[in-house]
């Protein structure tokens, strides 16, 4: 079955579905998450300079955030797709969102287990524990 996927760029995902989203990929446990800590859930996708999202029917699907100084440095955090979504291509296309919202830059993900997905997207390794796409400055 085909699912349509709409992309957005809102900042303010919705705390519950980007919680279950975060423990349906192992980034959350259930059950060690306080009131609090779900009210703000999404603290860190307010404050990126970049926060783009796939939905499907109303539900999200998959996301990601960066933090830029939108000229030299960008750095992705947060990509996750529902496994059930994954293979589709909407993790490669939300990275290309990001890309193409600061060209120009160095982009840099820290990653262990989803280093061969961006290695397939053109990141390389420099040396330090970060992959990275070199940047038109340097």
Known sequence: MIVSIEY?????????????LFLAVGWATEGTTTQDMMDHFNVGFLHSTFVFSAWADGRLVGCVRALSDLHFRSVIYDLAVL???????????LVRRCREACE???WLVQTD???GFYE???FREN???FLTLP???F
Request: proline residues 5%.
């Open 8 to 20: 957005r760029t809102q900042k303010d995902l919705p705390c519950d579905q980007l919680y279950r």
């Open 83 to 93: 496994p059930a979504f994954q293979g589709q291509g909407i993790g490669r296309e």
């Open 104 to 106: 120009g830059s160095e």
């Open 113 to 115: 287990g989803a280093k």
């Open 120 to 122: 397939k997207i053109g």
């Open 127 to 129: 040396g330090d524990d």
């Open 135 to 137: 940047g038109k400055w």
